[in-house]
């Protein structure tokens, strides 16, 4: 029986104003990487916006290494129903 009434965050006026929440949050945790004093222990750590990239890298790695397990522990649409 499904729900014609959608909860707060399936409304696409909503969608729309916490993604762009989540866009100014990144912006200003990346123009805060240019102000605040960080502890730098490696050289890489010198590039502007490098936690910002690396989180993203991170993330795209975890994602496709995701997308090539999902072909060794997949099941038959009829697993369940044996």
Do not use: S
Request: net charge positive.
């Amino acid at each position: 029986m499904a729900d014609d009434n959608p909860g707060w965050p399936d409304k696409p006026d909503n969608q729309r104003l916490i993604r762009r929440v989540l866009y100014v949050a990144c912006a200003l945790l990346v123009a805060a990487d240019f102000v605040v004093h960080r502890h730098i222990y490696t050289d890489i750590e010198r590039v502007p916006a490098f936690y910002a990239l690396y989180g993203f890298v991170a993330l795209v790695g975890v994602v496709m290494a995701a997308k090539g397990l999902r072909h060794f522990v997949k099941r038959n649409e009829d697993y369940y129903d044996r």
